[in-house]
């Protein structure tokens, strides 16, 4: 297969995924050894189900491992959408290929954090 170098997002977090070799490589190191959590393990390798050659390298930045993890998954799933055609149904469908746009509200003046305003005071 040639090199492919496809982005997934979530958040401020950034995932490159790159056809290379005969395992998951995270930023270096096994997958399993990125990302400890079993949940985040599962979120991110959901996409390889649907996919013959999981030899893939992935370099992520950006943001906490919650959101990598689902930046890893987009990225993936891009991969199996054009290794097969046919997973883009399958991939839709559970998320995968849906990049998850949502931001931190800024705060605003005058207020706590975004919405929540300060403690009446009154004394």
Do not use: W
């Amino acid at each position: 297969m040639t090199k492919l170098n496809l982005k997934g997002f979530r958040k401020t977090a950034t995932a490159r995924a790159i056809y290379k070799g005969n395992q998951m490589i995270v930023n270096n190191k096994p997958i399993s050894e990125y990302f400890q959590d079993a949940r985040l393990l599962s979120i991110a390798i959901q996409p390889t189900s649907c996919m013959k050659n999981i030899g893939i390298s992935i370099k992520v930045s950006g943001s906490g491992l919650s959101s990598q993890a689902q930046a890893v998954r987009h990225a993936i799933a891009k991969l199996a959408v054009i290794e097969n055609e046919e997973n883009k149904i399958t991939l839709k469908q559970s998320g995968a290929l849906i990049g998850d746009t949502r931001q931190v509200e800024r705060k605003k003046p005058g207020r706590y954090k975004s919405r929540a305003k300060y403690p009446y005071r009154r004394r």
